[in-house]
């Protein structure tokens, strides 16, 4: 029996994030030949969004647009989703496990009364049933889990799943629905955000992080440079954000972003168990210490004994002469 899998495109401030493209290639790696993929934008101005999913081979794209919808809040979203819920009738939700990925499911689960699975990182189909890999206790084991029947609610971690590919020749249906303008408790006023890179965190495919090494909030000055040279982002142990050196928006752990780069450099962090919960499922760990016996070498595929303010330094003399050649 066929079924809709409904994808919801996160967007910000209109533009489509990379991992809506995450999302839409976990669908396309549960769908059957006969199911239906069908896209949500909501937002406030998501012409540009829908523009850029237009090419993916969905069979319709639903838009919800409106004023409530500029900012995030949880019963004015709740509200568009539910709108093309009542529309779409689907089998299947899934969601970025971002911070709006992780706020909304719950919420739809409970609307649908569904079974949610969160924070997925992996997917196979065995016997035309798909399998769903998430982790366990801070990434040191992990669980497969299945449906028993529908409707589904699944979260997928950005930068694990392959970003949906343009579909040639695809042609997209596009479907507005009327927005319900619920009588909403509260109201986002004005949003101001902190500026914490030009790359967001949790979807860089390279991550240069500082932790109580870097001595200062000058310290930074060296892994900023390089990141920006790689086209990375900065991030931080607790520790560095503890110590007034940087903005706890940049921690990663166990109480901060969980990120899964291509290439993680950790610089001056010692690996303590909180931080590792936050990063240690990266494709390739670096690490820079000063102690040859720090627990970060542990998890590190590539480990640098010495001084992170002269091998930072070195690593970005090297790559400038690779890159700018």
């Known amino acids: 029996m066929s079924k809709t899998i409904l994808v919801y495109a996160e967007n910000r401030d209109g533009r489509l994030r990379q991992v809506a493209l995450e999302t839409l290639g976990t669908?396309?790696?549960?769908?059957?030949?006969?199911?239906?993929?069908?896209?949500?934008v909501a937002g406030a101005n998501i012409t540009e969004a829908v523009s850029a999913l237009n090419g993916y081979g969905a069979d319709t794209i639903y838009t919800v647009e409106h004023d409530d919808l500029e900012s995030y809040n949880p019963e004015a979203y709740m509200a568009a989703i539910e709108a093309v819920i009542h529309q779409a009738r689907p089998d299947a939700v899934l969601f970025g496990?971002?911070?709006?990925?992780?706020?909304l499911a719950p919420l739809v689960a409970a609307s649908l009364n569904a079974g949610q699975i969160s924070d997925v990182t992996a997917i196979e189909?065995?016997?035309?049933?798909?399998?769903?890999?998430r982790p366990l206790y801070a990434g040191k084991a992990f669980e497969k889990r299945v449906f028993q029947n529908g409707p589904w609610v699944v979260t997928v971690r950005p930068n694990n799943i392959p970003a949906a590919e343009v579909v040639e020749g695809a042609s997209t249906s596009i479907e507005d629905i009327a927005y319900p303008a619920p009588?909403?408790?509260?109201?986002v006023k004005d949003v101001v955000r902190k500026t914490t890179g030009k790359i967001d965190l949790s979807e860089a495919k390279i991550v240069i992080s500082g932790g109580r090494g870097v001595k200062s909030a000058e310290g930074f000055q060296p892994l900023e440079e390089l990141a920006d040279l790689l086209g990375g982002a900065v991030g931080a142990s607790r520790g560095a954000c503890d110590a007034g050196y940087c903005d706890y928006a940049l921690q990663i752990g166990q109480t901060?972003?969980?990120v899964t780069p291509?290439?993680?450099i950790a610089c001056g962090i010692s690996g303590a168990i909180q931080h590792l919960a936050g990063m240690s499922q990266s494709r390739v760990i670096i690490a820079i210490n000063k102690d040859p016996e720090a627990p970060i070498f542990k998890v590190a595929d590539y480990g640098i004994v010495g001084d992170l303010f002269d091998i930072v330094?070195?690593?970005t003399q090297e790559f400038r002469k690779v890159l700018v050649s």
């Open 27 to 40: 669908a396309r790696l549960i769908a059957a030949d006969d199911d239906s993929i069908r896209i949500l």
């Open 97 to 103: 496990h971002t911070a709006i990925g992780r706020d």
């Open 125 to 133: 189909n065995e016997a035309g049933e798909a399998v769903f890999t």
């Open 183 to 187: 009588s909403l408790r509260s109201v």
């Open 256 to 258: 901060g972003k969980v």
């Open 262 to 264: 291509e290439i993680y």
């Open 313 to 315: 330094p070195l690593l």
